[in-house]
């Protein structure tokens, strides 16, 4: 018999695909307010799902439907999910989304009602209880079929358990991603992974995690906000597959579906080949996802800028950086995040057990205040690491609770100093007086650029050397220079005179 992801990978290269088409019969889609019997809802959901099936068909290649819409229909809809199904061509994959997880015994009885009544090829299931909750849907009589273990879910509440960290340091989901590799060594069984197209960072850890073969189904893309290029590019194994997008509202909601399917379709397989072709042309140097994001999202905000500039300095730079239009609660929570993905990708700042190397995130005022509360937010909520958090005020109070510092104790403690740019340094050589003088230890800094240039000839080290030298502490930046001239080698878009003005300034002026 087939194998679940033999018969996949045919019809992800007969449609040339890798959209997962989902049949979700939301009740208002359905118009269940108007509609007044059972029967009539099911008939409707029916309808639903058929005429997705119909518009989709030639960009789909695997329908996922969702059993939870089917099971609000009440009794009736199981027998009107098995009426959606039989819609299904034979050679197009089902993917039934169920989530399920139980002892053996029930499992087996799940998995029964999976694949003989409903003839689903391939299940979502949660491993939180283990293998053996896991087997019966994927060996001895059901070897042939597939199944998807929930790893890192797309919702924001999957930070709570899953991105939990072990005592090893590993965080759930890679172990989770772990566990599936080595289940579908030892049993053969046909294990892939859930992983939100929410989390890139996720993505490309459980990738790590679970090898190359595994395929991952990577919800979120659409409704749920999910960017499908940076998602792609964290998940996908390295032939540029193994990743199934599944959209639902995103294309039923749509008013013409069948565009929208396609759409999506036609907008993986370009940025597949975007992504393949900046492979080709790598010179061996890595921009990673987060850094990559960072810079888009820079530029569309318009904090950082092509053209001329002239610097403090006197130079004329061809790029300008200027923080302080990250001017939104979206454009911070942004920023804070590409702060905490940077920090947990530095090895100086991370302890190699899933945590960080330091107690409190201190922002100097004033740009540092903004910056580190959105960054020890990010932390929380992207790693699941709670940090103090503390600034300081220019001026110290003289009433209520007086002084200058303000939040997390920082005596005694190892603190991580975070700004924007370093241009002289100096505030961050009053904070490092500072920190020393209440008895803390200024363990590092974390800025989002750094212009890695020369400060003069006669001085040719860069602001941040000159600042990692004279503290003996490390700096760490979301970018720097070199990823900027990396980043416009691979994004044509910005035009050749933008690039070649960025890489003269750096052979001029660049550490
Ligand atoms: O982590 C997960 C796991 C499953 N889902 C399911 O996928 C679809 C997504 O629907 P959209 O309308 O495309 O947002 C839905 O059935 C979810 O239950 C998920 O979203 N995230």
């Not at 020369?454 to 220079?481: M, W």
């Amino acid at each position: 018999m087939t194998s679940f992801f033999a018969k996949l990978e045919a019809r992800v290269n007969d449609v040339d695909s890798l959209l997962c088409v989902g049949l979700d019969p939301h009740s208002k889609d359905i118009g269940s307010d108007d509609v007044k019997t059972p029967e009539d809802k099911c008939a409707a959901a029916f309808t639903f799902c058929k005429t997705i099936i119909d518009a989709t068909l030639p960009y789909a290649a695997c329908y996922k439907p969702n059993a939870a819409f089917f099971e609000a229909l009440g009794s009736q809809g199981e027998t009107t999910l098995e009426r959606v199904l039989k819609e299904i061509p034979s050679n197009v994959p089902i993917l039934l989304d169920v989530k399920r997880g139980d002892i053996g015994s029930t499992a087996t009885a799940y998995a029964e009602a999976c694949y003989e009544h409903l003839k689903a090829d391939a299940v979502t299931l949660s491993p939180l209880m283990g293998w053996d909750s896991v087997a019966p849907f994927v060996t001895e009589s059901y070897a042939h079929k597939g199944a998807f273990l929930l790893c890192k879910t797309s919702n924001p509440g999957s930070n709570d358990i899953l991105a939990l960290n072990l005592a090893n340091g590993e965080k759930l989901y890679e172990r989770i991603a772990k566990l599936a590799h080595d289940w579908s060594t030892s049993s053969g069984a046909s294990l892939g992974l859930v992983v939100g197209a929410t989390d890139s960072v996720a993505l490309a850890n459980a990738r790590k995690a679970a090898g190359e073969k595994a395929w991952i189904l990577a919800p979120g893309v659409g409704a749920q906000g999910g960017d499908l290029e940076a998602a792609l590019r964290a998940g996908m194994n390295s032939n540029g597959t193994a990743m199934l997008i599944p959209v639902s509202r995103g294309i039923s909601r749509a008013e013409d579906r069948a565009a929208a399917a396609k759409e999506l379709m036609v907008k993986i397989n370009e940025t597949r080949k975007k992504l393949k072709s900046e492979e080709g042309s790598s010179s061996g140097d890595a921009i990673q996802p987060y850094q990559k994001e960072f810079l888009e999202f820079s530029l569309s905000q318009g904090v950082l800028k092509f053209g001329s500039f002239v610097l403090k300095s006197g130079r004329t730079s061809p790029y300008f950086f200027n923080a302080g239009l990250f001017a939104s609660g979206a454009a911070l929570d942004k920023l804070g995040r590409s702060y905490a993905s940077a920090i947990m990708a530095a090895p100086q700042l991370v302890d190699g057990k899933g945590g960080v190397a330091f107690d409190v995130l201190f922002g100097p005022a004033y740009k540092g205040i903004s910056l580190g509360a959105v960054t020890a937010a990010a932390l929380y909520r992207d790693y699941g690491i709670d940090v103090g958090y503390a600034y300081n005020r220019k001026e110290a109070k003289d009433h209520g609770e007086g002084g200058q510092l303000v939040g997390a104790g920082m005596t005694g403690k190892r603190v991580l100093v975070i700004d924007d740019v370093i241009t002289a340094g100096t505030a961050i050589r009053e904070s490092h007086e500072m920190l020393t003088t209440i008895g803390a230890k200024m363990v590092g800094v974390v800025i989002a650029l750094d212009r890695a240039e020369k400060r003069s000839l006669e001085d040719p080290v860069s602001a941040v050397q000159a600042v990692e030298r004279d503290l003996s502490v490390s700096v760490t930046s979301i970018v720097n220079l070199q990823q900027l001239q990396l980043f416009l080698e691979k994004s044509p878009d910005y035009g050749n005179d933008v690039l070649a003005t960025v890489k003269e300034y750096r052979s001029k002026f660049g550490v």
